[in-house]
């Protein structure tokens, strides 16, 4: 005799993680970006839909005008770019040779995070959530 989890229970764990899987913004609030120096400095974090497999992870600097450099980190080798962004609806905005994305700023109490949504030129659509780097 097999053992299948009861329906529920699977409905109720998705659930679960859906909820977990959101923008990773909970509690926090939306800040506009009016200034690239408001997001200035070195973010790192990890960065989905480049590869089915697995997540990969990024670094990111930003300087005071605005202008960035990238290195993503694969198992099988890494990818770096650099470019610089352009204020929009207090987001940046990037694109780059392989695609394009959106940096949307949140704050609360002293956590600041960075969450990025793009498309590359295939249709893959990325995700990542960044965080200050000391």
Do not use: H
């Not at 890494?78 to 987001?91: H, I, P, R, W, Y």
């Amino acid at each position: 005799m097999s053992r299948r989890p009861p329906t529920l229970l699977l409905v109720v764990i998705a659930t679960v993680l859906a909820a977990c899987a959101g923008t990773g913004s909970s509690g926090m609030t939306v800040v506009p970006i009016t200034d690239f120096k408001m997001v200035a400095g070195k973010w790192g974090g990890l960065v989905t839909g480049i590869s089915a497999r697995q997540d990969d992870w990024v670094d990111v600097t930003i300087t005071p005008d605005g202008k960035y450099d990238f290195g993503i980190y694969r198992t099988i080798g890494a990818f770096a770019g650099k470019g610089t962004f352009t204020l929009s609806d207090g987001t940046l905005k990037s694109r780059g040779a392989r695609g394009s994305a959106t940096y949307t700023l949140y704050q609360g109490g002293d956590r600041r995070l960075l969450q990025v949504e793009g498309v590359l030129d295939d249709g893959r659509k990325v995700t990542a959530k960044l965080n200050p780097k000391n």
